[in-house]
């Protein structure tokens, strides 16, 4: 009899596990969106590693369904049977993230570069490190430690139903929790275009909220400040300084660099092109 499955384990056989994964996506601590593109596939190839359970890792906030983005991401921070935080660099909206995923008291695993303090507050959790070069013998063993983590907390809250990452070293709370309820399928598409409908009133507040064309600055700034105003529609968080990394990120648009003869004169350009844009 002790040979025969048990239901559950059929169960998650035959369904992979959600492991969601909360990172920085966008320049941050002097790593730009490349950086960041490189570590999420690190821990995802580390994810796929592991033969059983099986999990598909992803960002919180992706999902399958349209909807505004906010919600996904706690949707995604709440519902996820592991989340994977990778604090490097102590980005706001991912420590915010990490404070959710912590107030639910759910299965979490934190990383982090080895270049990154701790924090004072999460710091009496567990933080698994990798090099921030992301060197490849090193990235190897990062990996190899962070699949056995997944499987080891997996299993360890699968043991014990008052498992708990973060909570149980201050005592007992009431954990929070989001209500969730089946819904037919016309309420879910009525909730899926209410959803659009706002994601498109912000798209038009944002756009009614770029500045006007700008008078008195040469073509070649004013082609820098449109593609910075593409690059804080999808970044709102982007500082306008002319900072290496932005400074990189836009000559790698050949266009923007043609009225520029030297690569000084294209940073005094960003420079004017930030200052116009927080003036406006």
């Known amino acids: 009899m002790s040979d025969i499955p048990k239901q559950d384990d059929l169960i998650e056989n035959s369904t992979p596990l959600s492991c969601g994964i909360i990172m920085p996506i966008s320049t941050v601590d002097g790593l730009n969106a490349e950086h960041w593109?490189?570590?999420k596939s690190i821990i995802q190839e580390a994810v796929d590693t592991i033969a059983a359970p099986k999990f598909v890792a992803r960002l919180v906030s992706e999902a399958d369904d349209v909807g505004v983005i906010h919600k996904r991401i706690v949707q995604g921070v709440y519902s996820s049977d592991i989340v994977i935080c990778d604090v490097s660099g102590k980005n706001a909206n991912v420590m915010f993230e990490l404070g959710m995923r912590l107030a639910f008291d759910k299965p979490t695993i934190i990383i982090k570069d080895d270049k990154t303090d701790y924090s004072f507050d999460t710091s009496i959790i567990e933080h698994i490190p990798y090099p921030r070069d992301l060197r490849f013998a090193k990235i190897n063993s990062f990996k190899k430690q962070l699949s056995e983590k997944i499987i080891a907390t997996h299993k360890a809250a699968r043991a014990n139903p008052d498992h708990s990452t973060f909570l149980k070293n201050f005592g007992t709370f009431k954990v929070a929790h989001l209500n969730q309820k089946e819904a037919t399928g016309e309420v879910v598409m009525i909730d899926m275009l209410a959803d659009l409908q706002q994601a498109v009133s912000e798209l038009r507040r944002v756009q009614k909220a770029r500045p006007r064309p700008m008078n008195g600055i040469s073509g070649g700034v004013k082609q820098i400040a449109t593609a910075?105003?593409?690059i804080m529609i999808k970044e709102p968080e982007l500082v306008l300084e002319p900072?290496?990394?932005?400074?990189e990120r836009?000559?790698?648009?050949?266009?923007?660099t043609r009225e520029f003869r030297t690569r000084e004169s294209f940073v005094e350009g960003v420079a004017l092109a930030c200052d116009t844009l927080r003036r406006s």
């Open 37 to 39: 593109s490189d570590v």
């Open 243 to 247: 900072s290496d990394d932005l400074v």
């Open 228 to 230: 910075l105003l593409e």
């Open 250 to 256: 836009l000559i790698s648009h050949q266009d923007l």
